[in-house]
């Protein structure tokens, strides 16, 4: 079995300005070479506070109070910021949600793509462009040229989220974390962003961890998946389990609640107070025999 | 992003409502600068209104065997006169407690005339947009094309020197100021849903203006206010400095700079004294508003 | 047949720029082509559309927030299309709107008791404060809220409570019509249904007409009898919903529904296209 690319183990976080309480609890979790991992939750879950770890832009009220994050056999966690810059810059990147707001309004386009080629990979202005345009050209960009000139208003949400793709994979990262991207998209292009996310992924064998809260986006394009409810893991394995045969009750009851439009006028149940409470419950005996071992 | 949203409903639901009075004033006084600030403005409108108490000496009265005389802890001071004398043996320290009476009566009238006249123009201008808009934006473009300082001199010389003639110039110049901050400000609220929310229950226009958008205006108006008040006094000092305030008997802090400057050499506390009234004072005003806001918006009290 | 409830007739609505004084208007640019659209009493009727596509400029001509430049509009037989504000002021208590984001549309500096109760007394459905309170306290508690909500400011409140205090001040008044504009946008798989049921609920006791614009062509399946897709400012298809879902027609219709991944293992569906659309 290969060894895992990320490794993320016993995770605990705790929100300071909430008079700790915790927001992660000891959460593992593998993901292997060109694996495509969804870590899907309910807003609150704590998904994005997992990545913001891996990324190392945690807010400063959340403080981890155990775990390590293994990236290339090192401990994410307990880098210094200069090391942990020089890694994260090279070998991890991030599509951002809202491409609009993650895109700099008053620099074009080109230059925002080569920045981090220049900077990481010391290429010269004239190699770091031409990479550039190869770039928005493995994104079907239409026209790249004048798109590398274009300034982010100029272009349309899908066009933004391409150009955010392309910035994410011009580094050759290892790993990719993709936050919801398209979550700010209309339909059509949101099929569009995932498979080109998938292609480009495909092409250079990066690992991918997908925020989401859509079931229906971890069956599609995740290999495995890791399902969080108040900072726990409630279910992990692979999307085909998971979707076709969950175990944990929540899943379950998470599956029943999605609306699904090939599906005649169903009465949407949202996930009965009976699951919630045993989760809770799960949750609850969690910090218990954490807080008696002191 | 909250991580612990889940744990909120329930806390949400389970506590008692805050008391949102004594939550205002308590967030007031939690804030050092409000604490200062307030204080120091309480302090200024305690000594206008109880000036011939609590000055020592008649700031009219002249002495002019005690002129010049330094300030208390220098060589040649005099005991009575704290902050020294000016050059006609006036007692500094008096004439700038009496000063404070010309100096808060134009703050508070001049900047409430000022914030009137604009809010309502701005008010207007911002939600109904259209003709009443054009009007009221060229208006301002217009007015504020003209040079504030001898727009002003040409009011006081109309109106003739006077507390009152002050009041109207800073009031008839600087509503623009407001004008322009309320119109924007109206502008982006009437954008907001719960306008719209308020049109769909049924609700007119004007009834939707104030009872909707005024409060939600009204931050950004007293800070507003309090920097107006702050201006106010500035001009003031600036029209007395050149002699059209009021007249020359009553002192004020700019007739008090204007006097001191001509003897600066000689006695630099007759100029320095109102200097630092005036820069406290105008701080303390820029304070107090930026700390009022913090505390009586319920929405940044979070 | 009875006569529909809202009946909309080759709406077209175009959206001139804020006119400049001494300034030539720029031209209007058309945003609905002609849009016919019906609703039945206690009928609930999804329309749907990607962003661009009419659907939340359709919803407010429908309650008569924007005036149509051509084309009918009439709720229960009289005519809304050209009333004045005052003429519609009675219609509106008869037909409400619950908005997208609730924080937005919720005044923040109103306590939720304000908000709730101000409506009650504008159109005289209560006598008094003290009336009005009961009636609010009894909506609040048909949405699942506490009393206590009513002391609160907005950000008081998390967004699934804010969520049902704009359902509760939709129906305070008892209308006959809602519009509900993606009210379940951006919310949990979970706090989605709990909003929809309760939605369905207030629907049958209140025998309500409804208008859900979503883009999320799931949702619309779950809750509308009928179902108006717009393109670009034209219906291109509509009909009852187990008809054009399972049976699309149109080239559009089968691509906006080709693209939603459903929550099923189908290693066709990412490379797939629509049948028969354009790329």
Not at chain 1, 13 to 20: I, K, Q
Not at chain 1, 51 to 71: D, E, F
Not at chain 3, 98 to 119: E, K, V
Not at chain 3, 132 to 139: D, L, N, P, Q
Request: aromatic share 6%; with cysteine; proline share 5%.
């Amino acid at each position: 079995m290969s060894e895992a690319l990320l490794s993320v183990a016993h995770l605990s976080a705790v929100s300071t300005r909430d008079g700790n309480a915790p927001v992660l609890r000891d959460v593992s979790l593998r993901v292997a070479r060109g694996e495509v991992h969804g870590l899907v939750g309910e807003s609150g879950a704590g998904k994005s506070t997992i990545a913001k770890a891996i990324l190392g832009i945690l807010p400063g009220g959340i403080r981890i109070t155990q775990g390590t994050i293994m990236l290339g056999g090192r401990d994410l966690l307990t880098l210094e910021a200069h090391e942990r810059r020089r890694l994260l810059g090279a070998e991890v990147a991030l599509i951002p949600q809202d491409p609009l707001t993650a895109l700099n309004p008053a620099r074009r386009i080109g230059a925002q793509l080569t920045d981090g080629l220049r900077l990481w990979r010391g290429v010269s202005a004239r190699a770091a462009e031409t990479r550039a345009l190869a770039l928005l050209n493995d994104v079907q960009m239409r026209e790249p040229a004048r798109v590398m000139r274009a300034y982010p208003h100029e272009l349309s949400g899908g066009m933004r989220q391409r150009v955010l793709i392309a910035a994410a994979f011009a580094l050759d990262p290892k790993l990719v974390i993709a936050d919801e991207p398209t979550t700010a998209l209309d339909t059509t292009v949101q099929k569009q962003i995932l498979r080109l996310i998938r292609a480009m992924q495909e092409r250079h064998g990066t690992s991918v961890i997908f925020v989401t809260h859509n079931l229906g986006v971890v069956a599609q394009i995740c290999d495995r998946a890791t399902l969080l409810y108040m900072g726990k893991v409630m279910e992990q394995g692979a999307t085909r389990e998971l979707i076709e045969a969950p175990h944990h009750p929540y899943t379950q009851a998470l599956m029943a609640a999605c609306p699904r439009y090939d599906r005649p006028g169903q009465e949407l149940e949202p996930i009965p107070d009976a699951v919630l409470a045993a989760c809770r419950a799960e949750v609850i005996a969690f910090d218990r025999a954490g807080a008696s071992h002191g | 992003m909250a991580e612990v949203a889940l744990n909120h409903d329930a806390a949400v639901a389970a506590g008692p409502p805050k008391h949102r009075r004594r939550g205002a004033a308590r967030a007031l006084l939690a804030q050092p600068k409000v604490v200062f600030a307030g204080g120091f403005i309480l302090f200024l409108i305690l000594l206008a209104l109880i000036a011939p108490l609590i000055a020592p000496h008649d700031p009219l009265d002249q002495d002019l065997l005690s002129g010049t005389l330094p300030p208390a802890g220098f060589t040649g001071a005099q005991a009575s006169y704290w902050l020294g004398t000016d050059d006609l043996g006036r007692d500094v320290l008096s004439r700038l407690i009496y000063g404070t009476r010309v100096a808060l009566t134009v703050a508070f009238v001049a900047a409430a005339a000022a914030a009137l006249l604009g809010t309502v123009l701005g008010l207007f201008a911002g939600f109904y947009g259209g003709a009443v808009d054009a009007i009221v934006s060229r208006l301002v473009e217009i007015w504020m094309a003209f040079p504030p300082v001898l727009l002003s001199i040409l009011i006081v010389a109309i109106m003739g020197s006077g507390v009152t003639s002050v009041i109207v110039a800073i009031a008839i110049i600087d509503w623009t100021r407001f004008a322009r901050v309320v119109r924007a400000e109206t502008m982006a609220q009437a954008k907001a849903d719960y306008v719209v929310a308020a049109r769909v229950l049924g609700f007119g226009r004007l009834a939707i203006l104030f009872r909707e958008i005024l409060p939600n205006v009204a931050p950004v108006l007293l800070a507003l206010v309090t920097l107006e008040m702050g201006i106010a006094v500035i001009v003031e000092a600036i029209l007395s400095f050149v002699g059209l305030s009021v007249s020359s008997d009553t002192p004020t802090w700019g007739g008090m700079i204007a006097q001191g400057r001509q003897i600066i050499y000689q006695a630099w506390w007759v100029f320095a004294a109102p200097l630092a009234a005036l820069f406290a004072t105008v701080l303390a005003f820029n304070q107090l508003g930026d700390g009022l806001r913090r505390a009586l918006d319920p929405v940044m009290q979070r | 047949m009875a006569e529909a409830l809202i009946d909309a007739r080759a709406v077209v609505v175009a959206y001139t720029a804020r006119r400049q004084f001494l300034s030539t208007a720029a031209p209007a640019r058309p945003v609905l082509h002609g849009v016919y659209l019906t609703i039945a009493r206690g009928e609930t009727v999804g329309i749907v559309g990607e962003s661009g596509s009419g659907k939340t400029t359709l919803g407010r001509a429908l309650i008569g927030l924007l005036r149509p430049v051509s084309g009918s509009i009439h709720f229960d037989g009289s005519e809304i299309t050209d009333r004045t504000e005052a003429a519609m002021r009675p219609l509106r208590r008869r037909m409400q709107m619950i908005f997208q984001d609730p924080m937005s549309s919720l005044n923040p500096r109103r306590t939720i008791g304000r908000t709730l109760m101000a409506p009650l007394l504008l159109h005289g459905l209560v006598d008094d404060h003290a009336a009005a309170r009961r009636r609010v306290e009894k909506t609040l508690e048909r949405v699942g809220l506490p009393a206590n909500v009513l002391a609160r400011y907005p950000h008081e409140l998390s967004g699934g409570q804010r969520q049902r205090v704009g359902i509760a001040r939709a129906v305070v008044l008892e209308p006959d019509f809602v519009l509900a504009d993606e009210i379940v946008s951006g919310l949990d798989v979970s706090t989605q249904a709990q909003v929809l049921k309760l939605l369905g609920e207030l629907k049958r006791e209140m025998n309500l007409s409804m208008a859900l614009i979503s883009h999320d062509l799931s949702v619309v399946r779950a809750v509308c009898d009928r179902v108006y897709v717009l393109s670009q400012g034209r219906v291109v298809e509509q009909g009852r919903c187990d008809l054009v879902f399972d049976h699309p027609q149109d080239a559009y219709t089968r691509t906006l529904l080709d693209a939603i991944p459903l929550p099923v293992i189908d290693p066709t569906w990412l490379d797939r296209q629509a049948p028969g659309a354009a790329t």
